[in-house]
């Protein structure tokens, strides 16, 4: 099966690339099809260029590092390997966005988190964080914002707010649905901790 999707992806990809003249070819933290296509890219004289941005240094890295013109990452920590073919860029956050603000410890009361309403993000953990922290700090309120991405985990963030609102009457709890991007520096501004409870982009979360 797999040599069959292998022949199959590369037959799809010399098809595009004949019928529409392709000049260039931007490859999304895809290490496994760069390292496919990438003599292809060469030996055709098209640009290729990889957006990397993981410490992982897999196999399929390094030989499409050895063909494609350039790799593109944010942060030069962002790429496991060193050459010039690596291309730095920045988060792409305008840090003059989020001016800082000096809080004091004791007055901090509304924690915020933004983000998809996925189960990957641990809402329920989240929530339960603030419900310890609240037997310290009664006054702290808790907003959530964001939108569920399928139906499936429509169906689940119904069932947790659900026991959050209606069982556990968590008043304290406040769900929003999904903002705009230029919504995004206001609200954060306008609370006092941001609270994230993803276990794998904090680098990125911290920086935004």
């Not at 019928?19 to 296509?37: E, G, L, P, R, W």
């Not at 939108?147 to 659900?162: F, G």
């Not at 520096?185 to 794998?200: Q, V």
Request: glycine share 2%; aromatic share 14%; proline share 3%.
């Amino acid at each position: 099966k797999k040599i069959r999707v292998l022949f199959r992806f590369i037959f799809i990809f010399l098809r595009i690339t004949f019928n529409h003249d392709q000049k260039v070819v931007f490859s999304h933290m895809t290490d496994i099809y760069s390292a496919i296509i990438s003599p292809f890219t060469k030996i055709m004289r098209i640009k290729h260029y990889l957006w990397y941005a993981h410490t992982h240094k897999s196999i399929y890295l390094q030989w499409s590092h050895i063909w494609v013109d350039k790799i593109i990452t944010s942060t030069s920590g962002s790429c496991p390997i060193k050459s010039r073919k690596i291309f730095v860029i920045g988060q792409g956050v305008n840090s003059k966005d989020f001016p800082f603000f000096l809080r004091d410890f004791e007055s901090r009361k509304e924690i915020i988190h933004i983000g998809r309403f996925d189960p990957k993000k641990n809402i329920s953990k989240i929530i339960e964080t603030v419900a310890e922290l609240r037997k310290i700090y009664s006054q702290t309120q808790l907003k959530i914002i964001g939108s569920s991405t399928s139906v499936e985990y429509s169906k689940i963030a119904e069932i947790l707010k659900y026991e959050i609102v209606h069982i556990k009457k968590y008043s304290w709890v406040e769900f929003l649905p999904s903002v705009t991007r230029s919504m995004v520096p206001d609200i954060l501004n306008s609370a006092d901790i941001f609270l994230h409870a993803y276990e794998g982009s904090l680098d990125k979360t911290l920086i935004e």
